[in-house]
């Protein structure tokens, strides 16, 4: 049984930064691509980072420059820097896991941008 824990989110102003943590239980963690989506009210979840598990990176376009994804194997553990942020990063941010042919999700971290 896989289970993420996403914790990190809150309230920062619009320049400010934040980093969102997931962590991950279960072993292999390291196999397991990763990413990191967002949701707001109304609309569908949309992808923001994803990192394989070779290391490679992809970014939507809106946070390209801004957020950073990493991830700690040894801790189990993906990460979402978060600089510069602007009130259209408000919403729900979900870590999602990749697992033999399966998404696994955590609860989602509430990110509000004030301006």
């Known amino acids: 049984q896989v289970q993420l824990v996403e914790s990190g989110g809150g309230l920062v102003q619009a320049g400010g930064s934040l980093r969102l943590s997931c962590a991950a239980s279960?072993?292999?963690?390291?196999?397991?691509?990763m990413g990191w989506y967002r949701q707001v009210p109304g609309k569908q979840r949309e992808l923001v980072a994803h990192m394989s598990s070779g290391g490679s990176t992809n970014y939507a376009d809106s946070v390209k420059g801004r957020f950073t994804i990493s991830r700690d194997n040894a801790k189990n553990t993906v990460y979402l820097q978060m600089n510069s942020l602007k009130s259209a990063d408000t919403a729900v941010y979900y870590c999602?896991?990749?697992?033999?042919?399966?998404?696994?999700w955590g609860q989602g971290t509430q990110v509000t941008v004030s301006s």
């Open positions: 279960g072993s292999l963690f390291r196999f397991n691509p």
């Open positions: 999602k896991m990749e697992r033999f042919g399966r998404d696994y």
